[in-house]
């Protein structure tokens, strides 16, 4: 099949690189000039697990090449993909969709035959029926445009993998009779056969699909967090109670994970989203459960604060503070919403000298936080440290020798915030430890 991907960033690239990979010919769509030349060079714009490879595989192979032209998009295919970013708002009142429907708009004045509008943009509930009204206004073939809802749920650094081999696909109509459904279906074809679990439904059940699950998967982080403060009281080990409970078929242990909680351009925007769509449509007291979820999450940063004031005094002015990791999560150079990045600069905010390191984020992190140090080694991050915090667990932190470094450090202490170091290898070697959710 032939296919345009309109707006090529995280979601976009990735989506635009693996319908090349599944073997049709695809057009990306992206109005920044300066992105467009990074992509049909094979590179992406941002860093995720084997994407540079595949693009530059599929930029060789011909089936795939990008553009800033809404026109040759437009007639190049009757499938569009839509993958335009919809971030928060300012004021922080759920999701900006000025990009997505000018970016629809744009594309809508080109279509002058039947055409396919599939978007996978994370939105609120009740933007189908908007952007069918758009398209039906401003393209030339009208009601021979057909909008298809069908979210995304990649992972960041499994981006790839998540594309083609997906827990399941949703696919959403204004109707139950719909010819684009045919037409998706050609277009996963081989992902269909490999007997992925295919959903499909209405506009609002599509819509709210992304959303409800990213929902919930914050909300099965906070509970495992409230666990920890429970533990942390009672002297019970967060990490085996975390076991216990994912033992339960009904519970499962993936995605249960304790510590310094979820971060990232997704789960802490999406969760904020669905709260406010619910607000708006009267259901308020159904979304109380999300509301303690992303309180019980900005609590396991205040924790952090907390620990380190038991650890060096109240006053924290002028203290050497050590924090490894800067990006939200590891395997990748995103920080949106870093809850390490977060607890670094509250410290920097009351006076204590943060130094951060990061294997693969520092960029990024100069750029909106250029107040605090950076230093890429991070052994050499720790010299002269009255504290160290681990609050991003790449596995190149596990590996480091504490012996080695509590020779390098001013005072041997440590924070474990993700629970991944060996703690009772790091007392052998002459630390005090504090671990999240562990007494």
């Not at 429970?230 to 242990?253: K, P, Q």
């Not at 109380?288 to 002015?317: F, H, K, P, Q, S």
């Not at 800067?326 to 509250?346: C, G, H, N």
Request: with cysteine.
């Amino acid at each position: 099949m032939k296919m345009t991907i309109i707006g090529c960033g995280y979601l976009g690239a990735t989506h635009a690189a693996c319908m090349a990979e599944l073997g049709h010919e695809v057009l990306g769509m992206d109005s920044d000039i300066h992105k467009v030349h990074l992509l049909n060079s094979g590179k992406a714009p941002f860093y995720e697990r084997d994407l540079d490879e595949l693009l530059a595989k599929h930029i060789r192979s011909g089936r795939l090449r990008f553009t800033a032209s809404y026109a040759e998009a437009a007639a190049y295919a009757e499938l569009h993909f839509v993958g335009v970013g919809t971030p928060e708002r300012i004021d922080g009142d759920g999701y900006d969709l000025t990009h997505l429907f000018g970016a629809v708009t744009k594309l809508a004045h080109g279509l002058v035959r039947p055409a396919v509008v599939a978007v996978k943009s994370t939105v609120p509930v009740g933007t189908a029926p908007r952007l069918a009204k758009l398209l039906l206004e401003h393209a030339p073939a009208g009601d021979r445009i057909e909008v298809a809802w069908n979210p995304e749920f990649l992972r960041e650094s499994f981006a790839i993998e998540d594309t083609l081999r997906p827990d399941r696909l949703v696919l959403g109509f204004r109707t139950e009779r719909s010819w684009g459904e045919s037409v998706l279906r050609q277009a996963y074809g081989k992902i269909i056969e490999s007997g992925v679990p295919t959903i499909v439904t209405d506009w609002a059940t599509a819509e709210l699909a992304k959303g409800a699950a990213n929902s919930f998967l914050a909300t099965k982080i906070s509970f495992i967090n409230a666990m920890a403060e429970v533990c942390e009281r009672s002297g019970a080990d967060v990490a085996e109670l975390a076991d216990i409970l994912g033992h339960d078929v009904r519970i499962g242990r993936r995605g249960m994970r304790p510590g310094l909680g979820f971060g990232g351009g997704c789960l802490p925007k999406d969760l904020r989203g669905f709260i406010t769509r619910a607000d708006e449509l009267g259901a308020d007291e159904a979304v109380g459960i999300l509301r303690e979820a992303g309180e019980v999450n900005v609590r396991r940063r205040r924790r952090i604060i907390d620990l380190t004031r038991e650890e060096l005094g109240i006053d924290l002015r002028g203290k050497r503070i050590t924090v490894w990791g800067a990006a939200f999560k590891p395997e990748t150079d995103d920080i949106r919403d870093s809850p390490a990045l977060a607890v670094a600069q509250a410290l920097h905010d009351v006076g204590a000298t943060v130094t951060v390191t990061d294997p693969m984020a520092l960029d990024n992190a100069r750029k909106t936080h250029p107040e605090l140090n950076y230093v890429d080694d991070p052994i050499a991050a720790a010299e002269d440290a009255d504290l160290l915090l681990h609050l991003t667990e790449w596995s190149q932190f596990s590996r480091i020798d504490p012996t080695r470094l509590a020779a390098r450090s001013r005072s041997p202490k440590a924070v474990d915030a993700r629970g991944t170091l060996d703690a009772d290898q790091w007392r052998d070697a002459g630390w005090m430890v504090r671990v999240l959710g562990r007494s």
